[in-house]
């Protein structure tokens, strides 16, 4: 039995009902395979005790409905319930003799808690023929679906039917399957017959049958017994008829009742039908809509695939041109290829010549240099081996030249060359024989290539103390060997693809070791040429394990007979024999090189004696013999240090910085991307210049290197000769660099000289500038204090009666003494002006920006201007400008003063000047405008310039326009000027309505709202 379904839930006898529907609607046999998929004998369902789980009754309820294709059927399942089947023989007989259905419905609610643990049954109102039930599922049990809501109303609605009336009219009010909380029904039932009436019309009929006994003729036509039993009848039709008539009228009532839920449901069933005709209409709609639509999208379609087979039939050709590219590709390899071998040829026989000593011997410096080139002819020569593998691979014309040979020595005589490259890097080369296997069949030079292949790898990634083994062993139809190391591994995402074709497990810039991506898809390729499998995997230890297998199978043998062509192809092995050994030999010095890896350099020739001391430059490179080379190049001339990797490198440019570093860019620990940016990002050291090397010319390669703050870019292959010149190039122009930074600290002290002196020249002109307003005030002051004064000593002379011989009437005494006063009242009130005018021209009690009358500035200027002798000049003022402006009306006092001077000095005789004020859009204009003599026009260009003049030597010092100017332009405004030598000059002040920093507020706000809204 599953224990899933037998959880203490729903009493299985309760869900007999449901399999009595099932055997009479599907049969038995649909029955036994729900309880068997279910895991549940029948028997145990007979026992009240037992227990089945909520999902086994979910499963037989939609059993039913999908059988009977209706939820209908889960309510004729209920109905099933109140059975004698189900009940019992004798539980249904006592609930038809003593019971009424709402006795019926109120015990049921009570019992439920016995047979249900899933919900609650509730009665919400209960009446004679109608009661009101709700029921409330626990949380982890709400349905989704009606069928356990229309198995209960069918289980209610049949409880009438035990005293034989109709199902009871059942109503649904909310359902926990639509969303509500709980399920509320309401059900009533017709009223069921009652034996009082006729009972009591048999007793009254009885009654008149004894009563009529004693006066009953006893001769009568018509027998006693007969007359008592139609009494009897007719006593009882009486009452069965009062019966009748009773229930009809409840019945009827109900009715009426269902009539009107009746009435109200077919209303609503009406409402549905209007918004169901809407539907369909507005689905037909949808439908033509749709129609319209597929067609479009059918022709859609046809033009699609006429496009699609148009583009396929496109593809097949540039499938058919990329395959001939592709052949061509190939031979141009091929061509290429076999072109190479023969200056290749031409190379390392004559090398290998002078090496031997066949050419007599050798300086220790050449015989490096040689050796240099030696080892690099066979790295090419392996690349181009490759190549033609490759080519001969994808032609498919790669023959193997099977013959018959001892796998043990083989395996062997590999690893015994690979040790002293082993001894070398302090890594254990071995070989863990295996059982003799004296007659195996393959193509030694292939297979040669692909032992090479993997031990060169194994000794690439093995570190120093560690081992490469290699092993083989036979099975029963193959033999296979592994090459295994204890080196890092493999990560396991690159497992898949380290066989593929130009991939590398590591190929970022900082990666240990080089290699182009040829080698592991060579030997896997030529492995399966031969019918075995390459493969490779993670040791549980540490370590990498290849493993290639062979077939033991007998093969023809096809060795070539000629000596020849033998003897080339072992020249060919020994040539990637020492590839493979030249690669692991990557980034160990070599002892003879003529640098030191420290520091020093080789002697050579003595510098120049106006050069002093040598230059220090740091060479990071981490192929020994690409960094010997380049220090022996640099030496003749530097103090040339070396570094291995990039991390070496900045280790060394902190011990002694150099003045210059020449830097690879594809290095292990730290590139040489990385080793800049340290460099440029440090305040000690970013100015040494830096020079990159790489073998990649792209140009993205270049723009990052100069990104990162690289001096230089060079490209491998180069001239010595262009390196060494551009390092002392590099060198020149750094020292002319601090050159330059020298004078700027000079130009730095004097231009603050400068700014000094200009500080005090602007003082002066202020002093000027005061000294013409204080002759001006002096003038303008004396005036009405003599006349004040003249008229004070008048006015004494009168009080004192001293005004002559004859004494003048009292009458004429007094007048002259009001004139008098009057006249000095008057001069003390234009020296009040003055000074009131003088106070107000300062400003002293205001500092800043705020918002001012520059009215009242202009009038405070007026009072105070100068007036010159001999000059006859008329004021004119328009002042049209209505509101305040943000500004420092001391400091616009000095602009208006210097303007109006000026205009005052250019008039010679009679003229006018004209003051105007307005706003124009948000800005305040004021012009000072006169007719002068004006000024020339190459002059006007200059005139706000410091220290430039119109006036004669000696009256001015050029700078009352240029201070002037740099007030307006202090405020946010700006001066223009037009003029017409002659006829007189016009200035004009612009000075923002708003202060600058509300108006910058203004404007952020403005583009925040603009973002906001996304314009």
Known sequence: MKAQYRKPELSGFSMRSALLFLDKRCGVEETERFLEAHGIARSYLDDPNNWVSFDFAHDLLALIRDRCKSEKACWEAGTYTVTKEILGQAVWIGAKSVGTPSLVFKQWVEHSKVYNRVGEFRILHAEKNRITLEYVPRPEYGETDKLFCLHRMGQFAAIPTIWGMPTAFCREIRCTAEGDGSCVYEFSWQERPSYLYPALGTLCGGLFGLLAHGQWDQGGVVPFWLLAAMLLFIGYLSGKTLDLRRTLRRNEAVGREQLQALEAAVDSISEKYVELQASQKALEEAHEELKKHRDHLEQLVEERTRELAESKQRLEESYEKLQELDRMKMRFFTNVSHELRTPLTLTLSPVEAMLQGELGPLPEQQRLYLEHVHTNALRLLKLINNLLDLSKLEAGKMALEIGRYDLGEFVQEIVDAFRPAGEKRGIEVKSEGGPPIPGLYFDRDKMEKVLINLIGNALKFTPEGGTVAVRWEKGEDHVSVSVVDTGPGIPEKDLERIFDRFVQVDDSLSRKHGGTGIGLALAKEITELHGGVLSAANRPEGGAVFTFTLPL???????????????????????????????????????????????????????????????????????????????????????????????????????????????????????????????????????????????????????????????????????????????????????????????????????????????????????????????????????????????????????????????????????????????????????????????????????????????????????????????????????????????????????????????????????????????????????????????????????????????????????????????????????????????????????????????????????????????
Not at 719 to 728: D, F, G, K, Q, T
Not at 870 to 897: T, W
């Open 553 to 1015: 199978a007998e093969r023809e043998l096809q060795r070539s007979g000629e000596e020849g062509k033998e003897e080339e192809s072992r020249i060919k092995s020994l040539y990637r024999m020492a590839d493979y050994v030249e690669e692991v030999d990557r980034g160990v010095p070599r002892k003879s090189s003529a640098v030191p890896e420290e520091a020093s350099s080789v002697p050579g020739p003595e510098p120049p004696a106006e050069e002093g001391e040598r230059h220090r430059v740091l060479v990071v490179e981490d192929n020994a013999d690409m960094r010997t080379f380049i220090a022996d190049c640099l030496s003749r001339d530097f103090v040339v240090r070396t570094a291995v990797d990039g991390e070496d490198g900045w280790r060394k440019i902190q011990e002694e910085p150099p003045d210059l570093v020449v830097s690879d860019i594809m290095m292990p620990n730290r590139n040489g991307y990385e080793l800049c940016q340290l460099l440029k990002g440090s305040p000690d050291f970013q100015h040494v210049p830096i020079i990159l090397l790489t073998s990649k010319s792209e140009i993205d390669m270049k723009v990052e290197g100069f990104e990162k703050g690289a001096d230089d870019y060079l490209t491998k292959p180069f001239n010595p000769r262009e390196l060494s010149v551009r390092v002392r190039n590099m060198i020149k122009i750094r020292s002319l660099e601090k050159q330059i930074q020298m004078e700027n600290l000079k130009l730095q002290a004097a231009l603050k000289e400068l700014k000094e002196t200009q500080s005090q020249l602007v003082h002066s002109e202020k002093m000027a500038s005061l000294g013409v307003l204080s002759a001006g005030l002096v003038h303008e002051i004396n005036n009405p204090l003599n006349a004040a004064l003249s008229s004070l000593n008048t006015l004494a002379r009168l009080l004192n009666g001293s005004g002559g011989p004859e004494a003048e009437p009292a009458g004429e005494k007094r007048e002259k003494i009001v004139r008098t006063a009057q006249r000095a009242l008057l001069g003390l009130k234009r020296c009040e002006e003055i000074v009131t005018g003088l106070r107000r021209f300062a400003r002293k009690d205001v500092e800043g920006i705020r918002e001012d009358d520059l009215h009242e500035g202009l009038e405070a200027t007026l009072v105070l201007l100068p007036r010159e002798s001999g000059k006859e000049i008329s004021l004119h003022r328009d002042y049209r400008l209505a509101r305040k402006v943000p500004c420092n009306l001391a400091q616009l006092n000095q602009v208006f003063m210097n303007l109006l001077v000026n205009a005052s000095q250019a008039i010679q005789g009679k003229g006018d000047i004209w003051i105007r004020t307005e706003q124009i859009g948000q800005e305040a204009v004021v012009t000072v405008e006169d007719n002068g003599c004006g000024i020339s026009p190459e002059k006007l260009p200059r005139i706000f310039e410091p220290f430039f003049t119109t006036k004669e030597v000696g009256q001015g010092t050029g700078l009352g326009l240029s201070i002037s100017h740099r007030i307006v332009e202090e405020h946010g405004g700006r001066i223009e000027v037009e003029s017409t030598p002659g006829k007189g000059s016009i200035f004009r002040v612009y000075l923002p309505m708003q202060d600058r920093r509300a108006r910058a507020a203004e404007e952020t706000d403005h583009g925040r709202t603009r973002e906001a809204v996304g314009l």
